[in-house]
């Protein structure tokens, strides 16, 4: 076995890849002051696994990288490698050559090599320490050893014959033995210690488990209580969903009978005109021939009296020219005349009749015309409210699935806790059984138990977990309940509204649902921005309002809302916003035609065309 070649690439001074080829016998090395001869030697040691930086005369191992010159920089890593014969099978190894190379990175990352293939520093110092090579070895004398060996004391005179001797390698697997010896006796020691500690809270444990399990008895009737009370939950939300949708159903059929009666009103109301017409033209008619009659007599009268005025005068001129008028001739004129007289009168007191019987019926045509309005309007807030409480039932619906989804979700990961922490149980239970048996084992014992208690742990965890979820899941319910209680109370409590309206106080111009006209598209929208303020009555005044509430109050009329029809503020100058957000964003108060009290209530609002849309403007 003789070193073959050594290759140095950027160890030291040696920038270049710089391969020294040795031949069998002696090698000599020669070379003025500083030309990099030690550096030849450092890199045999360093090669075969030095760690010692001041003996490879530096202050650091990241010294032995080249730290470049004025023409030419630093390297990042320095390499050698060691080629060795072994013909002889010097080396435990079945190879005639055997290479060994050692990199080292400037950012301290160091790697070894055996022909190529990648291993550990003790791999090389194994392989090494059968044939006197090696860090350790002293087959490297440098500047000061020689000394150092004359000096050396009788201890370490023997260290050196026993180096040369090869007893080296086995004095450190020795070594090496009896520490893993120390460690076993302590792993020892540690085990017996925990044994006993394990033995010593066998019976705490399992008095911990009776605990465990009667804790989990109570754990599960507590989630069956709670599953049984959250199920009859459920069953009372769906069942006031059921209500929700049956007054809606009755809301719609009422709907529909107003609409029949509005149908039936209008029918009623073109009869009456159709009728009343009639009767008027005939006692137009009947006046009108009447007083024909009354003027043809008054003409023929007329023609009477200018004939007897003649007659009067030529009467006064001599008896023979009235011969031919009578008393009976005067008599017959003065009864015409009173029956002329009659028939005025009578003509009159029918005209009077005539006027009072169409003032009536223009009395009768209003106050059909005031019911139409009022039923239109009654449909049009039946409407409106058809619309907002389609809206809630269907969110309720949405909202009551998703508790669905959420307590069966909360159910299997209940039902997945139980199981782990049975099987838990049944393995601790096992372990203990084991324990009491044989000491043997007891580190897989010890690591059982572990994994047991924090099994346990973890389920007791997940326990806690779910039951505060479960807690928040009751809350969500108590608040959806509390909110379905409210919605069929706004829907079967009594509305003052149309009672306040009906008693045609001073300043109520009706309800708010009268005087609001809604764009196309919108009405949804609308009905949700205002909800029960579309039932709600609308003033002309402060004063008027108060006048309202106060009759309300003492006629005991229900629920009453009253919004100021009028306001100071400019709606539309007041809420520029929606400008500012684009086309796609609308305030609520642009959409509808009202009273300038409702469009302030509306100018709030935002109407967005979808959540994207929403979200993006809530952003900016």
């Not at 099987?423 to 010890?446: W, Y």
Request: net charge negative; charged share 25%; proline share 1%.
């Amino acid at each position: 076995m003789y070193l073959k070649s050594l290759t140095l690439k950027g160890f030291k001074s040696f920038a270049q890849a710089t391969t020294f080829a040795f031949e069998q016998g002696v090698t000599c090395v020669v070379g003025p002051n500083g030309s990099g001869k030690s550096n030849v030697v450092d890199a045999l040691a360093w090669v075969m696994g030095e760690q010692g930086a001041k003996t490879l005369r530096g202050g650091k191992m990241e010294d032995v990288i080249f730290a470049g010159t004025a023409t030419k920089g630093p390297l990042g890593r320095a390499e050698v490698i060691l080629t060795i014969d072994n013909s002889d099978g010097a080396l435990p190894i079945d190879y005639a050559e055997v290479t060994i190379s050692r990199t080292l990175f400037r950012n301290g990352g160091s790697e070894y090599a055996i022909n190529g293939d990648t291993c550990r520093l003790l791999d090389v110092q194994e392989l090494l320490s059968d044939s006197g090579l090696g860090r350790e070895m002293h087959v490297i004398v440098g500047q000061g050893q020689l000394d150092a060996v004359l000096h050396a004391s009788p201890e370490e005179r023997r260290g050196f014959i026993e180096e040369a001797a090869g007893i080296l390698k086995h004095r450190r697997r020795k070594e090496k033995t009896i520490r893993k010896l120390d460690a076993m006796q302590a792993n020892l020691t540690r085990l017996s210690d925990l044994a006993g500690e394990i033995r010593r809270q066998l019976k705490p444990l399992g008095h911990q488990a009776e605990i465990a399990k009667e804790a989990q008895s109570i754990a599960s009737i507590v989630r069956d209580a709670r599953a049984r009370l959250l199920a009859d939950e459920v069953v009372t939300l769906r069942t006031a969903i059921t209500t929700s949708s049956r007054s809606e159903s009755e809301r719609k059929t009422q709907r529909i009978v107003l609409q029949e009666q509005l149908d039936q009103a209008k029918l009623r109301e073109h009869r009456i005109e159709q009728s009343q017409e009639g009767d008027a033209v005939d006692a137009a008619r009947r006046t009108s021939f009447g007083l024909e009659s009354v003027q043809e007599r008054l003409r023929n009268l007329y023609s009477l009296a200018n004939q007897r005025l003649l007659l009067l005068g030529q009467q006064a001129e001599g008896p023979d020219a009235v011969q031919g008028v009578t008393r009976q001739m005067v008599s017959d004129a003065e009864d015409e005349v009173g029956r002329i007289a009659a028939t005025i009168v009578d003509a009159e007191a029918a005209w009077h009749d005539a006027q009072a019987a169409t003032a009536v019926a223009r009395a009768n045509l209003d106050g059909l015309d005031e019911q139409i309005a009022y039923q239109s309007t009654l449909v049009s807030r039946h409407d409106l409210e058809i619309a907002g409480l389609t809206g809630l039932k269907d969110s309720a619906a949405s909202r009551l699935a998703a508790v669905r989804g959420e307590v069966l979700r909360q159910q299997n990961a209940l039902d997945a806790a139980r199981e782990r922490r049975e099987l838990a149980q049944v393995a601790f239970v096992e372990l203990e059984a084991e324990a009491m048996v044989s000491d043997t084992g007891e580190t897989d014992l010890d690591a059982a138990y572990e994994t047991a208690q924090a099994e346990v742990v973890d389920a007791e965890a997940e326990i806690d977990r779910l039951r505060d979820a479960l807690h928040g899941n009751e809350r969500e319910r108590g608040a959806l309940a509390a909110r379905v209680s409210a919605l069929s109370s706004a829907m079967e409590q009594k509305d003052g509204s149309s009672a306040l309206v009906a008693a045609r106080l001073d300043g109520i111009q009706g309800l708010v649902a009268e005087h609001v006209q809604v764009s196309p598209g919108y009405e949804a929208a609308i009905a949700a921005a205002l909800g029960s303020l579309t039932d709600a009555v609308l003033s002309d005044s402060r004063d008027a309002a108060l006048a309202a509430l106060e009759y309300s109050a003492n006629n005991d009329l229900g629920r009453v809302e009253v919004v100021l029809g009028e306001t100071a503020v400019d709606v539309l100058a007041a809420r520029p916003l929606e400008v500012s957000l684009g086309d796609a964003i609308v305030s609520a108060a642009h959409v509808v035609t009202a009273p300038g009290g409702v469009r302030l209530l509306l100018s709030g609002i935002l109407i967005a065309d979808d959540l994207v849309t929403a979200r993006d403007a809530w952003s900016r």
